[in-house]
């Protein structure tokens, strides 16, 4: 009986250990997430503006050549 209640115990234990090591795991999966979609926004972001820039550049050549 005190045998089972020990094992018992150990696994409880152990599952809480475990589940405490995944809930960080987890929130530094997390929070890397949040960085590569900031990241992500901020590329997007970056290529629209080089997009817009290059496309006013073209257009001013244009008028300069007619």
Do not use: P
Not at 1 to 19: C, P, Q
């Amino acid at each position: 009986m005190f045998h089972n209640l020990l094992i018992a115990i150990a696994f409880i234990v152990t599952i809480t250990v475990f589940l405490t090591k995944f809930e960080t795991i987890f929130k530094r999966l997390n929070s890397i997430n949040r960085h590569l979609t900031r990241v992500a926004k901020n590329t997007k972001l970056l290529i629209n503006y080089l997009g817009r820039a290059y496309i006013r550049y073209r257009r001013t050549i244009q008028k300069s050549y007619s």
